[in-house]
């Protein structure tokens, strides 16, 4: 009898469902895309009920194909956006509001009011993170404080709160489960990375009542079953939950302390493997549990980076510059440079190791002489001078030396980008064969949750092949360009 992982990869964008075999090989992938709500400059909004019905949606498509043979073993893994916050009703079931997105800024405020009060420190010993609107608690607490009715019904114990791996859970297992993993609730804010449990004091400080909380679990358990509203009578498990950035850490196989790796989305998130030990993150850098797993906990130092994908998609959509982001590879070799263009996407504020959330966006160095091309090729090139801000950190401050940068996500299917980024991080770049990343992750936790692998080894073992991109340029070719970003983001700082 054949064994199959359906493994949900929900992400900022889209809701895919993705099969795999034993094997671990993909077999069959459906994606459905959802709104994105944009109500006041800098807030950003998902409606987690689209969500969820385009999740059951996405797998009754997936299921149609006829992958599977009868009698066929299924189960089902989810990994996620991370950070993006849903609260919603007990008695209703629905959200009490749209979901707020990692992106959004609304919690800047009460954010700034904490670091005003001298609670940095605190939430940096315990939760390992910095004080930013990024993280989930400042939504959570925004929303309980201007939903009508909201902070009354929490205090009733009427309300919960998760990350969408919680929300979708609840949902699929009818309201049973409640429940979430360690990766995720490491980024709320809200979740001690030491004792592993929600941290009284955190919340207090964000006025956030502990019976919102999901139970937190680590990555390789179970999390009840669900009939995917009656697409499965029986009922399938769901077991193997993570956020996406971590969904890839394991993905990539990044078992041992010094591997790191790139996931290339809407954001992009840089992630190291440092071991069994939270040790405190270098200035700008944060601390998260890296994955859990056979009984041991490993925490990564990692650095996110609000806009890579997404500088694209505002080419397409918003500027209209070009049809789709697979053109800008074309666009960015038909040109020798940038002529000394650089785009700074500060969108939605600098992420790491900048932390400005009032920074906003802009193209510097252009003249008259500056086409269409040299600003989609600033475009590109501002992906992998972010990725190279935070390496270098990591490298520079921590005393982590990288054992290989393991990048994956759509846009490494980009040569010119991954070259770029070879090129100024003067390392070599080692490519995933397979772009799903984070379901592969989510797929290995459910394997070692349910017993199809006894241990990490004999995971990192289904990791066949490999793809290096090895860097061509000059150190002062190198040092120049990276210098004139340097003085780019100086100009978005002082905003």
Not at 114 to 134: M, R, V, W
Request: include cysteine; proline fraction near 3%.
């Amino acid at each position: 009898m054949k064994n199959y992982i359906l493994a949900i990869d929900q992400s900022t964008s889209a809701t895919k469902a993705i099969l795999f075999d034993e094997g671990c090989k993909l077999v069959g992938r459906v994606n459905i895309e959802h709104k994105q709500y944009y109500p006041k400059a800098g807030w950003v909004e998902h409606d987690a009920e689209e969500i969820y019905q385009n999740t059951v949606e996405a797998i009754r498509r997936l299921m149609a194909e006829g992958h599977t043979e009868e009698g066929a073993t299924i189960s089902l893994a989810i990994t996620n956006q991370r950070e993006t916050a849903v609260v919603w009703s007990v008695k209703t079931g629905k959200p009490i509001a749209h979901a707020v997105v990692w992106q959004c800024q609304r919690g800047a405020e009460i954010c700034r009011a904490l670091k005003e009060a001298g609670h940095e420190k605190t939430f940096l010993e315990k939760s390992g993170l910095l004080i930013d609107p990024y993280f989930s608690a400042s939504g959570v607490k925004w929303l309980l404080d201007n939903v009508e009715g909201a902070r009354e019904a929490a205090e009733r114990g009427e309300l919960r709160m998760g990350t969408m791996d919680a929300w979708l859970i609840w949902k699929l297992t009818g309201g049973q489960v409640h429940a979430t993993d360690y990766t995720n609730a490491s980024r709320t804010l809200l979740f001690n990375i030491h004792t592993l449990d929600w941290d009284d004091e955190l919340l207090s400080l964000f006025t956030i009542p502990r019976s919102m909380l999901p139970e937190a679990k680590p990555c390789d358990a179970l999390f009840g079953r669900t009939t995917v509203e009656g697409l499965f009578p029986e009922g399938i498990e769901i077991a193997g939950v993570l956020g996406d950035s971590h969904g890839a850490l394991a993905g990539q196989m990044c078992f041992e302390a010094g591997m790191g790796k790139a996931t290339y989305g809407t954001g992009s998130s840089v992630m190291v493997n440092i071991g069994e030990e939270a040790v405190a993150a270098p200035e700008g850098l944060v601390t998260s549990v890296g994955f859990a797993a056979k009984g041991k906990v490993f925490y990564a130092f990692e650095g996110n980076i609000h806009c890579t994908g997404a500088t694209l998609r505002w080419l397409t959509d918003q500027l209209q510059l070009i049809g789709s982001p697979a053109e800008t590879e074309a666009l960015a070799t038909s040109v020798e440079s940038t002529n000394g263009v650089y785009l700074v996407p500060a969108f939605a504020g600098l992420g790491a190791p900048w932390w400005n959330s009032k920074a906003t966006a802009i193209i510097a160095g252009m003249t008259l002489s500056t086409t269409k091309a040299h600003v989609v090729r600033a475009a590109l090139e501002a992906i992998p001078y972010q990725i190279k801000d935070l390496v270098d950190l990591m490298t520079g401050q921590a005393g982590v030396k990288l054992k290989e940068l393991r990048v994956d996500g759509g846009p490494t299917k980009n040569r010119f980008l991954m070259q770029f980024q070879a090129d100024m991080l003067n390392a070599t770049i080692n490519r995933a064969d397979i772009e799903e990343a984070s379901a592969l992750g989510a797929v290995v936790m459910n394997g070692l949750a349910r017993g199809v692998w006894a241990t990490l080894d004999e995971v990192a073992a289904l990791r066949t092949s490999d793809n290096r991109i090895t860097p061509t340029m000059s150190d002062e070719k190198r040092s120049a360009l990276y210098g004139g970003w340097i003085e780019a983001v100086k100009l978005v700082n002082r905003n």
